[in-house]
């Protein structure tokens, strides 16, 4: 499991940064926790074999909410396991102690017990009250995994200083995860007045829209809303809480904190279709100053040089322009070829982006509004994530470079790579794209957003 | 077995060559308690869709609305006492078969059928009428329960007639005496609990509108 | 419904004669005693049974099959043995096969051939019903496999899994036939079990033998009425559901259409309303059946038999308040979730009851371990743990972690295998004599039972630690780098360990019945066994009884045998050989067979099909079902002269087996009440 380490999101710190005490908690648990593991195969080979690398262990809590459970689990691991010792001991001990090698005599017979009540009742009642002292504890754990803790956290967006109650909106979509920042706030309750069928279909903007990672301040409770805007996904980070349904139509509270930084895993638990197993999400936690800094690039609307920027603007005015380099091309490609279901700020983000046919399938389809720009990824940070197509494929390789062969295969064929049906409107489509666009478009992907730090590439690594 | 040997009806017709015997341990014929379960069974799946339609009920989607502006409650009450005077008739008959007495038998089973067939076509008639004013099958969640729910009420009561003139057909070959008052009784217990139901869903529909 | 065939003795003379005065039926009835004719056609509880039996174990191969698929896939991580829309097709096929065609039936078919038995009656009270329940179980079973094949190899096969969940249930996200497939074959599915549910409620409420009061039915009797019962309610529910679901997906209605405002959650409360006391549908049955084995090889009689009895009907009720823990992740308010998971938790408390007391009856008890008791045994440590993993996710919080992962896999496979199935190994075991004849091999059913209960426990055990690691339920692979390689490995192997069990299961058969030629026959009661169906001639004779039987005892049979003297000890009465029936009674009457079920059941994919792909398919299964409906009510009331070869010879002792004076005299006039039956059940046909 990947161990707790502050995080640096930008490059100019690096490793060294790196605290490794994990909390006295975690190692007091973790000993008692594999003790009901090892009973369960009686073997010490479990035991090793457990406490190897799983990314997305439920035993390892690394927050607040994940520890509640945890604390309310692990006695009943063990009392589950008493009893099925005592069981199977019981049963299995009486029938080698009495056995009875071949067949029956006729006086063979013990006594012939019908029943005693007060046995009977005493095992009643055992059950009976270990149940509800369990039922209390676990009341009172739902209640306290489903209470809102108020505070306010200080964020600033440009320039201006706002009190952010840390809140996300997670959109589920087949088959990756969208995480929406409202650091103004956004009101549940007022949105769903509004009374749309499919309410993930009609999110107001959003100061931060990311996907595949969600970046969360360290220490920090966060309120998520979580929604879906195709079929039912689940959001899982199972070292910070357990999971919660996104069902299109409703917002659901949950909420995590992360108790240090760090990276931590998850994997969308609903059987959502075709690829719901290539549908995965990390959730990054970070110290307070490399979350303001992520904050901070991720507001500014495009992360374009001034002379891409001005390509752009003469694109939009009509002048064709022609592109001097790979990167211009690819602006151009991703705006005309990309533009209906990727958002990307400052280059497509604009009326006078083409209709496109994949666009239009949506409206045959009868799914309601025109869902140009938002059914897919926003790409306008792309390169300030270490994962992409839902999480699963790493946008850098270990040594820190662009995992290029990985990209331009996607972009080749996206179906290849993770099973989709785009002709259904599910999953990216094949494009056709030629190498020469593929090239451009890479190019111009790298130059979205300030890389992660070299920490959180090598985090991304499941191992 | 210890239980009285008693035939549907609770007549003595020992002696009687068409006396229909059974001997069961609850006294309950066969026929009859196969009946009574099986309309357990049916209350859960009446509760299903009565409890989809409370779901969606609200649920209009700028269609049609389930007011009183909507639906023609008069109307509809007449055909609910249509609906529920058949039951009348189905005690008459089921009085008349266990008297032996089969003229009336006949006419009551099928003013029973009758009443059924009127209310059916009230319904078929409504049904038309509200897709005239933009209420389809596929117009909004509420309209899809609501027709399911009526719908599958409008089949169940549509079988009852067929039960109801099949019980009718065999009175007029001359099968019907005494000794299996207990069909009518099965019919009739049946066509009861169409009638229930429908009371329960005219109260949903209608006057909750 | 009607009793034409009213299975009790008649007097054969009379009957010829109101026949001859009556000629009612315009059609007769089949005539073969032998050969394919006599199951096709049979009305007989026991051949319904054992063809409940065959069937569900055809099915059984399949799902094993779809079953070692999975585990090949997943045996190393990004599996390519299956691509992610096959996986996805297999695993609901493989949940829907185990749970709807194999388990349900084979529980069915121990409740059909013993529960008449078990209550002294000559058969069921709806005999051609209960042939019908089959035929359109092997119907629906038929239908829902033919996706797997009908346009195409894996192009039409459901795909959203056995809970398949709206939305992606919806045309939107699940575009082929497949899940029409699942709505439509469901509930063809869902007729058959609900015609038996109210046979088999009937018999046992109306049918039992003089003396036989409900508490002194044996607790097989017992937890199969109670699943009866849950069938009954559980049902509708389903079927209300699946008819949304076809409505939505075959006729544009908006029941789950999110686009047009419906709430996904719908669904899910229906289904899991369905699903949750489904899951003691599969699970009672096995309960009752270790509680009928676990005493005959301890020498004791069940311990606590009214906490045995109480306990199942306990479970019953409680199934009903429990569904949404399944739901516990899927945003219902914390109030609904703390209750539901409290609810959950006391179902723990009758479940304990009946493993205690399973542990007391053995207690002191002088124990043989034959294969049917190690089954048992193995029902009663595995399904142990099964309730307790339940437990834990009965605690909503840790549920939040555990659901939808390996962790629940194992569970319910603890609870599903370990818990029902096993238990159904034990009954064949036990049973196996009475129904054929003869035993099956011990040596090779030991063999049979390590290695199931090994393979088994190698299959599934792991998942519970592939779950808290955190790999999700339904992903058709897995990255390395998760911890997930070694325990799914294990995993896979152990599930072809299972296969080599199964395997030995059907050698076995083969095995025991060359050798049972050179061995004497079983007699009525090889393992001096407790109750009524051992007090009978093996393989049961047609007409179960020669006499019927007045019950003063429960165990009564036992008791006919063995007599507790006062100071404990016990004493032998009476050989079985001596008391038992000897099946030589020759002037029963039987319920004759009948054509009808067959052609009614066989008219119902035709229909599915139909409301698939082409509306004049359904004419086609509408023709068949109605003109079936038709010949059932015109069929004679009986055919003397058919199905009981004989019939004529008897005439010199006729009247001396009848036991009770009060004989039934001869319901001719059925066939109006029979009128009315048909009508019926085309609502039920209809109506689901």
């Known amino acids: 499991m990947t161990s707790v380490r502050n995080l640096s999101a930008v490059t100019k710190e690096g490793p060294e940064n790196l605290a490794e005490e994990p909390s006295p908690r975690h190692t007091r648990g973790m000993r008692l926790r594999r003790l009901p593991l090892a009973l369960a195969a009686g073997s010490a080979l479990l035991l090793s074999a457990c406490a190897g690398d799983a990314e997305l262990d439920t035993l390892e809590p690394r927050g607040p909410e994940a520890e509640t459970i945890d604390n309310l689990i692990d006695p009943l691991f063990l009392i589950s396991f008493v009893v099925f010792f005592i069981i199977l001991g019981l049963s299995a001990g009486v029938a080698i102690k009495n056995r009875v090698k071949g067949e029956y005599e006729d006086d063979d017979w013990p006594t012939q017990t019908h029943g005693n009540a007060k046995a009977e009742w005493?095992?009643?009642?055992?059950?009976?009250?270990?149940?509800?002292?369990?039922?209390?504890?676990?009341?009172?754990?739902?209640?306290?995994?489903?209470?809102?803790?108020?505070?306010?956290?200080?964020?600033?967006?440009?320039?201006?200083?706002?009190?952010?109650?840390?809140?996300?909106?997670?959109?589920?979509?087949?088959?990756w995860w969208e995480y929406r920042y409202y650091f103004d706030g956004f009101d549940v309750d007022a949105f769903l007045d509004e009374d749309h069928a499919n309410p993930a279909k009609h999110l107001p903007p959003a100061d931060i829209v990311t996907s595949g990672q969600m970046i969360i301040p360290a220490g920090q409770e966060i309120e998520l809303s979580i929604t879906s805007r195709d079929v039912i996904h689940s959001h899982w980070i199972p070292a910070l809480n357990g999971k919660r349904d996104a069902v299109p139509g409703r917002i659901h509270p949950w909420k995590l904190e992360a108790d240090a930084p760090g990276y931590y895993f998850g994997q969308c638990t609903e059987f959502c279709g075709l690829s719901h197993a290539r549908m995965r999400m990390q959730t990054i936690a970070m110290n307070d100053s490399d979350f303001a800094e992520w904050v901070d690039q991720q507001t500014t609307p495009a992360t374009l040089s001034d002379e891409d920027a001005a390509f752009i603007a003469a694109l939009r005015a009509g002048d064709n322009p022609s592109p001097a380099n790979s990167v211009q091309q690819g602006l151009v490609n991703i705006r005309q070829l990309c533009s209906a279901c990727h958002l990307v700020e400052g280059v497509n983000h604009f009326d006078d982006v083409p209709e496109d046919s994949v666009d239009n399938i949506y409206k045959e389809a009868n799914v309601g509004v025109s869902l140009r720009a938002g059914a897919a990824p926003n790409l306008t940070h792309f390169a300030s994530r270490s994962t992409f197509a839902g999480g699963i494929f790493n946008l850098y390789n270990e040594d820190g470079s662009l995992n290029r062969n990985k990209l331009e295969a996607w972009l080749r064929n996206p179906a290849a790579l993770k099973a989709n049906d785009a002709d259904n409107l599910q999953g990216m489509p094949n494009l056709g794209l030629s190498e020469d666009q593929i090239d451009d478009i890479v190019a111009a992907l790298e130059t979205f957003g300030t890389r992660p730090s070299a920490t959180v590439i090598a985090e991304t690594f499941a191992e | 077995m210890a239980e009285a040997v008693?035939?549907?009806?609770?007549?003595?017709?020992?002696?009687?060559?068409?006396?229909?015997?059974?001997?069961?341990?609850?006294?309950?014929?066969?026929?009859?308690?196969?009946?009574?379960?099986?309309?357990?069974?049916?209350?859960?799946?009446?509760?299903?869709?009565?409890?989809?339609?409370?779901?969606?009920?609200?649920?209009?989607?700028?269609?049609?609305?389930?007011?009183?502006?909507?639906?023609?409650?008069?109307?509809?009450?007449?055909?609910?006492?249509?609906?529920?005077?058949?039951?009348?008739?189905?005690?008459?008959?089921?009085?008349?078969?266990?008297?032996?007495?089969?003229?009336?038998?006949?006419?009551?089973?099928?003013?029973?059928?009758?009443?059924?067939?009127?209310?059916?076509?009230?319904?078929?008639?409504?049904?038309?009428?509200?897709?005239?004013?933009?209420?389809?099958?596929?117009?909004?969640?509420?309209?899809?329960a609501f027709y399911a729910l009526t719908g599958f009420h409008g089949v169940h009561v549509t079988i009852g007639i067929i039960m109801l003139l099949s019980t009718f057909i065999s009175a007029m070959r001359g099968r019907m005496h005494p000794g299996n008052a207990e069909t009518v009784e099965i019919v009739g217990l049946y066509w009861h609990f169409v009638d229930i139901v429908w009371v329960f869903i005219f109260t949903v529909i209608y006057l909750a509108a | 419904m009607a009793i034409i065939e009213n299975p009790l003795e008649l007097e054969a003379g009379d009957e010829v004669a109101q026949v001859a005065e009556k000629p009612l039926g315009v059609l007769t009835r089949p005539q073969g005693s032998t050969g394919w004719q006599s199951w096709l056609f049979t009305v007989d509880h026991k051949r319904i049974g054992i063809m409940y039996g065959v069937f569900a174990m055809f099915f059984f191969l399949i799902g094993g099959l779809e079953a070692l698929a999975i585990r090949l896939q997943l045996a190393v991580p990004n599996g390519k043995i299956l691509s992610p829309e096959t996986y996805n097709q297999v695993f609901t096929m493989h949940g829907v096969t185990m749970i709807f065609l194999v388990i349900m039936p084979l529980a069915a078919a121990f409740a059909n051939y013993l529960l008449p038995l078990q209550l002294g009656a000559r058969d069921v009270a709806f005999p051609r019903m209960n042939a019908l329940s089959l035929w359109v179980f092997v119907a629906g079973g038929f239908f829902l496999c033919s996706s797997l094949f009908i346009g195409g190899w894996f192009e039409n096969v459901p795909n959203g899994g056995w809970f398949n969940y709206a939305p992606n249930s919806g045309t939107l996200f699940s575009p082929t036939k497949g899940i029409d497939f699942y709505a439509v074959g469901l509930q063809i599915l869902g007729i058959a079990s609900l015609v038996s549910a109210i046979n088999l409620i009937v018999t046992c409420l109306n049918m039992r033998a003089e003396g036989m009061t409900l508490m002194k039915m044996p607790v097989l009797t017992w937890m199969l009425l109670v699943v009866q019962f849950l069938l009954l309610f559980a049902l509708p529910v389903i079927t209300v559901a699946l008819f949304l679901l076809m409505f939505d997906r075959l006729w544009g209605a908006n029941f789950f259409n999110v686009e047009m405002g419906a709430d996904p959650l719908l669904w899910q409360h229906l289904f899991w309303i369905f699903g949750h006391p489904e899951v003691y549908i599969l699970i009672l049955p096995s309960f009752g059946i270790i509680s009928e084995v676990i005493p005959v090889f301890s020498r004791k009689p069940i311990f606590g038999y009214s906490f045995m009895v109480a306990s199942g009907i306990a479970i019953g009720f409680l199934g009903w308040g429990v569904w949404a823990h399944h739901m516990f992740v899927s945003g219902l308010g914390p109030i609904s979730v703390a209750a539901f998971s409290v609810s959950t938790m006391f179902i723990a408390v009758p479940t304990g009851v009946k493993i205690l007391n399973w542990v007391a009856t053995m207690w002191g008890g002088r124990i043989q371990l034959t294969t049917a008791m190690l089954f048992a045994i193995g029902v009663v440590s595995m399904f142990t743990i099964g309730g307790l993993s339940g437990v834990t996710h009965s605690v909503a919080a840790a549920d939040t972690q555990q659901t939808d992962t390996y962790y629940i896999v194992a569970h319910f496979h603890y609870v599903i295998f370990g818990g029902a199935l096993l238990g159904i190994f034990s009954g064949f075991y036990f049973w196996w004599p009475k129904m054929f004849g003869y035993k099956l091999n011990e040596k090779w059913g030991k063999?049979?039972?390590?290695?199931?209960?090994?393979?088994?426990?190698?299959?599934?055990?792991?998942?519970?630690?592939?779950?808290?690691?955190?790999?999700?339920?339904?992903?058709?692979?897995?990255?390395?780098?998760?911890?997930?390689?070694?325990?799914?490995?294990?995993?896979?192997?152990?599930?072809?360990?299972?296969?080599?069990?199964?395997?030995?299961?059907?050698?076995?058969?083969?095995?025991s019945q060359k050798q049972a030629k050179h061995l004497p026959p079983v007699g009525p009661d090889p393992w001096d066994a407790r109750s009524l169906e051992w007090m009978t001639a093996s393989p049961t004779p047609e007409h179960n009884f020669d006499e019927e039987i007045v019950v003063e005892y429960q165990d009564h049979f036992w008791h006919q045998k063995w007599a507790e003297e006062e100071d404990g000890r016990v004493v032998r009465i009476a050989y079985a050989e001596d008391i038992a029936h000897d099946g030589s009674a020759t002037d029963v009457h039987l319920p004759s067979p009948s054509y009808w079920p067959l052609v009614l059941a066989s008219g119902l994919p035709f229909i599915g099909y139909g409301i698939i792909y082409n509306y004049w398919l359904c004419a086609i299964g509408g023709f068949l079902t109605l003109g079936a409906i038709f010949g059932w009510i015109f069929e004679h009331p009986d055919d003397p002269d058919a199905a009981h070869g004989h019939h004529d010879d008897h005439g010199d002792d006729g009247d001396s087996d009848h036991g009770t004076p009060d004989s039934d005299t001869v319901d001719t006039d059925a066939d109006d009440a029979e009128l009315v039956t048909a009508s019926t059940d085309a609502g039920e046909a209809s109506n689901g």
Not at chain 2, 112 to 136: K, N
């Open chain 1, 122 to 175: 005493a095992w009643t009642a055992v059950p009976f009250f270990g149940m509800a002292f369990i039922g209390v504890l676990t009341v009172f754990a739902v209640i306290d995994l489903n209470s809102e803790e108020a505070n306010a956290y200080a964020v600033e967006v440009d320039g201006e200083t706002m009190q952010w109650e840390p809140h996300v909106v997670v959109v589920g979509h087949q088959w």
């Open chain 2, 6 to 144: 008693l035939d549907a009806a609770g007549h003595d017709n020992h002696g009687d060559p068409h006396a229909v015997v059974h001997k069961t341990n609850t006294g309950v014929s066969n026929n009859k308690l196969a009946m009574w379960v099986f309309l357990g069974s049916e209350c859960l799946l009446f509760g299903g869709l009565i409890s989809t339609y409370l779901l969606y009920r609200t649920n209009t989607q700028g269609g049609p609305e389930p007011s009183e502006e909507f639906f023609d409650i008069p109307f509809t009450s007449a055909s609910s006492f249509v609906l529920l005077m058949s039951s009348l008739t189905m005690v008459l008959a089921h009085s008349a078969a266990g008297k032996g007495d089969i003229r009336k038998l006949k006419i009551w089973l099928l003013s029973t059928a009758l009443l059924g067939s009127v209310f059916v076509a009230g319904q078929i008639y409504e049904f038309t009428v509200f897709v005239r004013e933009g209420l389809g099958w596929s117009t909004s969640p509420f309209s899809s």
């Open chain 3, 447 to 511: 063999w049979n039972f390590w290695l199931q209960i090994v393979g088994f426990n190698l299959t599934f055990g792991p998942m519970h630690i592939l779950g808290l690691q955190g790999m999700s339920r339904r992903i058709d692979s897995y990255d390395p780098g998760y911890g997930f390689e070694l325990w799914n490995m294990v995993s896979s192997i152990g599930a072809f360990v299972i296969f080599t069990g199964v395997a030995i299961f059907f050698v076995n058969i083969y095995v």
